[in-house]
C-alpha cells in the first residue's frame, strides 16, 4: 500500500523547540543528499504505470450543514480505507494503487460506489451525511467558533506552525466575477477545512518523472476549467474553483511584507519547468522553512551503503508541508522505492462516475503530453502556464486559455479539438478498454457540449431557488439537498436537470 500523503503521518509534538528544529533541517538536508545519490545509483521500482486516488469527503447533518462528526462516523464505518481530515466535518476514503489497462476503471468505479454506499449506510446510523464536493457550500464562519478541528497532534501542530510563521492572523481576499467579494480574516486554519479535492496519483520511472510533471502542470488549466466544482464559500459567490484560492490563502505562512519580497508561498503552482524531480526537492529544501519538525532514529546514508533503501521520513514529511499543485513524491513499498506525481488541482464530486471521467482525461492526456517529440512546455512559456491556470480555476467552463498551435482559445474548444482525442489515444497506448475510453472520455465530452460542470450547475441552482425568493443561506441548502440527490444516482453532472 503507498503512503498516499506523508502528510497522514501522525507526528509526536504539537510544537518544536530551537533544537529540534535545527536538527530537523540538518536531517532533511542529510535525506536531500541521499536521495541524490538514489537518484543517480538506485534501482527505482516501475514495472508497469500503477494509479492510486483519494477523494476528501463532507459530512452534514439533516439541514445539510457541516457535521462535526467524523469521529463518530469513522467508528462507525470501520473500515481502514477511511480516515480523518483536518476538520471535525471531513473524511477521506483512500483507495489502493492498481495498474491502468483493461477495464480496472470500470471496475475502480464500481468499488468506490460500494464503499461509499456502505459508508453513507454506516454514517447515517450515527446522523451524518456524506457529500462529495469541492467547497461545502453552506459552510459559514460561525461554524468554525467551537471545536471544529480533528483530534490530531499532526492538525494541532500544523495550525500551529503556520500561524506562528506568519505571526498574525490569516486573510482571505476573493472576489468573484459578478462582484460578490469576500473579505474577512480567521485566526485558526479552519478555511484550509473546506478545500476537499480529488488526488491522483501516477508512478512514474525517475528518467520520465520531469515529462510527467511538466505535463501534469500545462494540463491543469484544462482540468480545473472542466472540473470546476467550487463556486461558493462563506455565503459568496465567487470563482468557479474558489478552492484553489481559499487554500492558498488560508495556508499562507507570509506576512504582506515577505510577499512584497517575492517570498514562496507554501500554496503555488511553481515558477519553471524541471528537468528531474530532484528539482523540486531542491527547492523545496532550499526555500521552505520548517512546519513539523519532528525526526527519526533512520541513518539514510547506512541504510542506502548497505543495499536497504531509506524511507527518507524527513525529506517527506517536510514534501507533504509545501502544496504544490503537482507535487512530487517518493516513497518505499516492500523495500522498494518508487516515484510519483500526485495531482492536485481536482475538486472532489459532483459523482464517482465524474471523479472517473477527470481521471481518464487526466491520465490519457498526460501520458501523450509526456511522449512528444516536442512536448507542449518547448513551446509555451511557465508564465503562460500559470496565467492559464489562474483562468481555469476563475472561469471555469468559461476560461480562454493558450495553447501553442491554437493560441487563445476557449477551453471546452481547446478539449474537444484537441486534448480529448489525445485523452483517447493516451489510454490506447496504456491498453485501456474501448468500454472505458467511451464511458468516461464521453462524460468530458458531455461537459463540453453542454457547456456544464459542477460549478455551473449550482450556480444555475442557487439563483433559480434565488429568483422564487429564497435568501442566500436557504438556496444554498436547498441545492446542496438536490446536489446530493442526484449524486446518489452517480448521472453525469452535465445530464442534471435544473430544479
Known sequence: MWLVDSMGVEVNAISYNREERQ????????????FERMLNQSQFEFDRPMTGLEIELNLVDENFQPHFHNKEVLKAIADEAFQTEL???NIELNVPPR??????????????????????ERAKEVGSTIVAIGMLP???PEHYEGEWISDSNRY???????????????ELDIE????????????TLAPESACTSVQLHLQVAPLEFA?????????????????????????????????????????????????????????????????????????????????LAETTDEDPM???????????????????????WNRPIYDVVDGKPHLRVENRVLPAGPTIVDVMANAAFYYGCVRKLAHEDRPVWTKMSFSAAEENFRRGYRDGMDAKLYWPGFGEVNAEELVLRHLLPMAHEGLEEWGVSQAVRDRYLGVIEGRCTTGVNGAVWMTRAVEAFEARGMDRRTALARMLEEYKSHMDVNAPVHTWPMP
Not at 460500494?114 to 453513507?120: C, F, I, V
Not at 459578478?178 to 480574516?185: F, I, K, N, R
Not at 510527467?212 to 500545462?218: S, V
Not at 547506512?302 to 504544490?324: D, F, M, S, V, W
Open 211 to 291: 515529462d510527467h510533471w511538466n505535463a501534469a502542470q500545462a494540463l491543469a488549466a484544462p482540468q480545473l476549467a472542466l472540473a470546476a466544482n467550487s463556486p461558493y464559500f462563506f455565503g459568496k459567490r465567487l470563482h468557479a474553483e474558489s478552492r484553489i484560492e481559499v487554500f492558498h490563502q488560508a495556508c499562507d505562512t507570509r506576512p504582506v511584507e515577505l510577499k512584497n519580497q517575492g517570498v514562496r508561498p507554501r500554496v503555488w503552482f511553481g515558477e519553471r519547468w524541471v528537468t528531474s524531480i530532484f528539482d523540486l526537492f531542491e527547492e523545496n529544501v532550499r526555500y521552505y522553512p520548517t512546519l
Open 87 to 89: 476538520a471535525q466535518y
Open 138 to 140: 453552506t459552510i459559514m
Open 23 to 34: 536538527r530537523y533541517r540538518e536531517k532533511v538536508r542529510l535525506n536531500l543528499d541521499v
Open 99 to 120: 495498474p491502468l489497462p483493461g477495464d480496472a476503471a470500470i471496475e475502480l468505479e464500481e468499488e468506490l460506489r460500494a464503499n461509499l454506499n456502505h459508508a453513507s
Open 302 to 324: 547506512a541504510k542506502l551503503e548497505a543495499g536497504i533503501a531509506p524511507t527518507l521520513a524527513e525529506l517527506r514529511l517536510h514534501n507533504g508541508t509545501i502544496y504544490r
Open 156 to 170: 494541532a501542530a500544523l495550525q500551529d506552525s503556520v500561524l506562528g510563521a506568519r505571526g498574525e492572523d490569516i
Open 176 to 187: 468573484g466575477p459578478t462582484g460578490e467579494h469576500l473579505a474577512t480574516y480567521c485566526d
